[in-house]
């Protein structure tokens, strides 16, 4: 660029700002100009070229797959199936009641050889127990076979479904050995 005309334009914007400062509602008007200027491109941008540029839809209709649904499904299930057997804080309840003495249901070794096949066919702890003729054990008892099973820590039983299922197994595995 020239160097005469750079100086040119810096005279002419130095006049041009000093009349501006002379007269202040010349300069409201020009300033509100700019931003009205200003507002205008940002409507024609946002909202005017959007309109014209949206999206032809295919013209297909969205049909739902209920096989992939399904399979979907059963893997959130199967995750959160391992989400609850991962160790999970157990915390003590402030709300309930203390017990002054805490009767812990020992866990009794099967004396005979043969096994009852309806233990076998229990499908939960309760059932299990009450197939024994024992009570259902506390749980701080089952957090211990747990732990003696090798499945998790003492702190990590919570005594969830997946858990206790998983508990089930082991104790009939015992039972068959």
């Known amino acids: 660029m020239d160097k005469n005309f750079l100086l040119k334009l810096r005279v002419v914007c130095s006049r041009f700002l ?45 049909q739902f797959e209920k096989d992939i649904y399904q399979q979907i499904m059963k893997e959130w299930q199967e ?35 043969s096994v009852d096949p309806r233990l076998l066919s229990a499908t939960n702890l309760l059932e299990f127990y009450s197939l024994k003729g024992e009570g259902m054990p506390l749980l701080n008892d089952r957090a211990k076979l747990w732990q003696e099973f090798g499945l998790g820590s003492v702190r990590s039983y919570i005594g969830s479904n997946a858990q206790n299922q998983l508990l089930l197994a082991e104790l009939k595995k015992k039972l068959t050995e």
């Open 18 to 62: 000093r009349g501006l400062a002379g007269k202040p509602l010349i300069t409201m008007i020009f300033l509100f100009l700019i931003v009205l200027a200003t507002g205008a491109f940002v409507f024609y941008r946002y909202e005017i070229l959007v309109r014209l540029a949206e999206p032809k839809t295919a013209g297909q209709i969205i």
């Open 79 to 113: 995750r959160e199936g391992i989400a609850a057997v991962a160790g999970v804080q157990n915390y003590i309840n402030p709300f309930q009641e203390k017990r002054e003495k805490l009767v812990s249901t020992p866990v009794v070794e099967p004396k005979t050889v």
